[in-house]
């Protein structure tokens, strides 16, 4: 469990913020936070409110359509997050079993089943995922001002589950389902489900997997209420129906008294920009959380990006920042908006929780390099480090390939360009800088002088187009 460290308050860099001192009794209640948050969509009972000031378990799912989450996930883990910090057992659930169908709430067709082997291999890289989500989010929490209360007298903090559904539904047969699960469900109430019903209502209709998707997700509640004493389910609003189906489940086949505690469903909000864009893309594309599939970089940007509309929703939504800080923040933010603040406040936060401190800085140098800033006032070794991962930008090259070598050729040979005379063009026309000096000779060739640190070189075609060279003995 969690509390608050007194310290003092700063307003940038956000990272050395750190909230104002107060007893772990004395923190919001972590219903009552989400709400303050814009975290809180729903919830089944006003009873949370009251349940939550004793420790208790919560879990949300995942199902492992794709090897790595996005950021439509983040949301649904920072509400687990705020419960973990107080104290609570949270559990992260992959559908192992589920992601083998599809949850139909949301869409207009049916999804298209994945490979076992494709499958596992979602699930294997979701679970690892979730482990450096919690690391990096205890870690986090503790620079933010959170201390671990229980430290000093040898007791552990609750370590967060991360579970599979595979585990429980891999030997259950069809007569089993049936029997455990099918018998506590009632048609008339699974088809009044929204899900259902607009699946019903368009000419592709619903088949009978899709169908039955909710009585797995509902059965997932039963379990973990059964056997690991988990006491509430939270999910995005989508989720509505597949939770109360859990806690009607639980229901039916624990009737609620006195030896049989209420379950509960919490749902967060739809999260879209304020021109009306679903959350977490970028150009069309989904915003990984896998450094591998979105870089460090482009997750910083990201955020980075965010407009001064969105920004002030974004700070207490995804980071653990008070709303004394949040408050002195948008202050600072309005005074000189051209500074963007805010913004670079909510990037560092998110790459800090996400990535590690350590990426922060890696996007930091990133964001000058590639910004055209002064190159000076970063070393070569930083910008190895910063761009090393990013296989679209970062080539590694033996110095006898790049030192006496004609910088058109150079080009070529790193796909900058097509060709050595397309590099020659560009360089004409005036659009080939190297270490952000515009290039005037196409003949020019490249020289000790231009390695900086004796380690790396920095092409760019146009306005935005990077190539950062790594030159190694």
């Given at each position: 469990m969690f509390r608050l460290r007194s310290t003092a308050v700063r307003v940038l860099p956000a990272r050395c913020l750190r909230v104002q001192a107060r007893a772990l009794s004395t923190l919001p209640n972590v219903v009552s936070d989400l709400g303050f948050r814009g975290l809180l969509a729903n919830t089944t009972s006003p009873d949370l409110v009251d349940h939550v000031t004793r420790p208790t378990a919560i879990y949300c799912g995942v199902d492992p359509t794709a090897r790595s989450l996005h950021l439509g996930?983040?949301?649904?883990?920072m509400g687990l997050l705020h419960f973990h910090v107080r104290g609570h057992q949270t559990i992260a659930l992959v559908g192992g079993a589920t992601g083998s169908i599809g949850d139909p709430s949301g869409r207009n067709s049916e999804r298209v089943p994945l490979e076992r082997d494709v499958l596992e291999a979602n699930v294997a890289g979701i679970e690892a995922q979730i482990h450096r989500f919690f690391a990096n989010?205890?870690?986090?929490?503790?620079?933010?001002?959170?201390?671990d209360t229980d430290a000093h007298d040898g007791t552990a903090m609750q370590v967060p589950k991360v579970l599979n559904?595979?585990?429980?539904?891999?030997?259950?047969?069809?007569?089993?389902?049936?029997?455990n699960v099918g018998r506590y469900a009632r048609v008339n109430t699974m088809l009044a489900k929204e899900s259902v019903k607009s699946r019903l209502d368009s000419t592709q209709g619903i088949s009978f997997t899709e169908f039955a998707y909710q009585l797995l997700q509902a059965y997932d509640f039963y379990y973990l209420y059964k056997h690991h004493d988990c006491r509430i389910q939270l999910g995005g609003?989508?989720?509505?129906?597949?939770?109360?189906?859990?806690?009607?489940?639980?229901?039916?086949?624990?009737?609620?008294?006195q030896a049989s505690p209420k379950a509960y469903g919490i749902t967060i909000p739809l999260l879209l920009t304020?021109?009306?864009?679903?959350?977490?893309?970028?150009?069309?594309?989904?915003?990984?959380?896998?450094?591998?599939?979105?870089?460090?970089?482009?997750?910083?940007?990201?955020?980075?990006?965010?407009?001064?509309?969105d920004v002030e929703r974004y700070l207490p939504m995804f980071t653990l920042l008070q709303e004394?800080?949040?408050?002195?923040?948008?202050?600072?933010?309005?005074?000189?908006?051209?500074?963007?603040?805010?913004?670079q406040t909510l990037a560092a936060e998110m790459t800090e929780l996400v990535h590690g401190l350590d990426a922060v800085r890696r996007a930091q140098v990133a964001t000058k390099v590639l910004f055209g800033e002064d190159l000076a006032t970063v070393s070569g070794q930083d910008i190895v480090d910063a761009f090393k991962d990013d296989a679209h930008r970062f080539t590694a090259l033996h110095r006898d390939d790049v030192i006496g070598k004609g910088i058109d050729q150079l080009a070529a040979d790193i796909q900058a360009t097509k060709s050595k005379s397309e590099a020659q063009k560009r360089i004409k026309a005036g659009g080939f800088y190297l270490n952000n000096a515009r290039v005037t000779d196409p003949r020019q060739k490249l020289s000790d002088a231009d390695i900086m640190d004796g380690l790396v070189c920095l092409l760019r075609i146009g306005k935005s187009s990077y190539h950062v060279v790594h030159v190694h003995a």
């Open positions: 996930n983040l949301l649904t883990l989010g205890a870690s986090y929490a503790k620079r933010r001002g959170y201390v559904n595979y585990t429980w539904f891999h030997g259950m047969s069809a007569l089993d389902f049936l029997g609003s989508d989720q509505w129906g597949n939770i109360t189906a859990g806690i009607d489940m639980i229901g039916r086949r624990n009737p609620v008294d304020s021109t009306g864009e679903k959350f977490g893309k970028s150009a069309g594309n989904a915003v990984w959380l896998d450094e591998s599939m979105t870089t460090i970089f482009d997750f910083y940007q990201f955020f980075m990006k965010t407009t001064d509309a004394s800080d949040i408050h002195a923040i948008m202050l600072k933010h309005k005074q000189q908006p051209e500074l963007r603040v805010a913004q």
